[in-house]
């Protein structure tokens, strides 16, 4: 809202009248808002400078003062308010093309053109199936469709963390801070069939939900999907593990601390 806009608006409310007869000036819930302010500040002030100005100013008659220092406390307050509570409808009144809409720009009467045939946009062909959707030719896939590093480790563990473990727990086994409070309790990772289960699987569950589990395509990119598959992994790794499996070295220092 500009000046001009602020200045009108205070006029509108020093005749009185209802916020909706200039709904013009601003927009919606925005206008009410700013409405209330403003008159809140009147009120207080017992609104005599402002209002006996525009007063004078719309009707050329001078009105008596009462009390005028509150209504000059006020005034800087009513600016400010103005000023400041409506610069959104600025932005939302931008000239634009909605999704869709209807347009005299292009002589088919779209306001988008469409892509050339064959193409698409870069960045979304999402060409590599297996790292989409965690499946080739419909079946899971069983190997992680990213390198296998430190860092997406890391990164899993991290997202794990933050994103499942108020369910899962940290350790996987299902025990979280939710379900403890009565959300329905999610099995296991370390039972035979999740530790058996293709990798896939749980980047699946994680894009498309799984029973009462609601999607997480929205909140995790397949990239941190696989890296939170791959801690999954680790996870149920980490609970069946044998010495057998500890690197020699790293095993005999084990042993030695024993
Ligand atoms: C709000 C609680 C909640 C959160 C958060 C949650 N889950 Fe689940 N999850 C569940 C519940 C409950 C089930 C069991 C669903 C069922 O069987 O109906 C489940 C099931 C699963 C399963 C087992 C599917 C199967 O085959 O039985 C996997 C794997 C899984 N979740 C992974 C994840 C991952 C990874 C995340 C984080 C990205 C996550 N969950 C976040 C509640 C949650």
Avoid at 35 to 49: D, E, G, M, S
Avoid at 67 to 87: D, K, Q, S, T, Y
Avoid at 140 to 154: A, I, N
Wanted: charged share 25%; aromatic share 8%.
């Amino acid at each position: 809202m500009n000046l001009i806009n602020a200045e009108a608006l205070a006029r509108c409310i020093a005749k009185d009248r209802k916020p909706e007869s200039f709904q013009w000036l601003l927009n919606g819930e925005q206008t009410v808002k700013t409405v209330r302010l403003a008159r809140w500040f009147f009120h207080r002030a017992k609104a005599p400078v402002l209002m006996t100005a525009h007063r004078r100013q719309l009707t050329g008659r001078v009105q008596s003062t009462r009390g005028g220092a509150p209504g000059g406390r006020a005034l800087p307050f009513v600016i400010a308010a103005l000023f400041f509570a409506a610069c959104r409808p600025d932005m939302m009144n931008q000239p634009k093309a909605k999704a869709l809409s209807e347009s005299d720009f292009f002589s088919n009467g779209a306001n988008a053109r469409q892509p050339p045939a064959h193409t698409v946009p870069r960045g979304d062909a999402r060409e590599d199936i297996a790292f989409y959707t965690g499946q080739t030719n419909g079946i899971y896939v069983t190997q992680l469709p990213v390198k296998l590093t430190r860092d997406v480790m890391s990164r899993g563990r991290e997202r794990f963390e933050a994103i499942c473990a108020e369910c899962h727990d940290r350790t996987g086994s299902g025990n979280g801070m939710v379900v403890q409070r009565g959300f329905p309790q999610p099995p296991s990772f370390h039972v035979d069939r999740l530790r058996n289960a293709p990798i896939g699987h749980f980047f699946d569950v994680i894009t498309n939900g799984y029973g009462v589990m609601y999607s997480y395509a929205t909140r995790v990119e397949p990239e941190d999907r696989w890296a939170i598959a791959a801690y999954i992994r680790a996870l149920q790794l980490s609970h069946n593990a044998k010495p057998s499996d500890v690197d020699p070295g790293e095993r005999a220092k084990l042993e030695a601390k024993k």
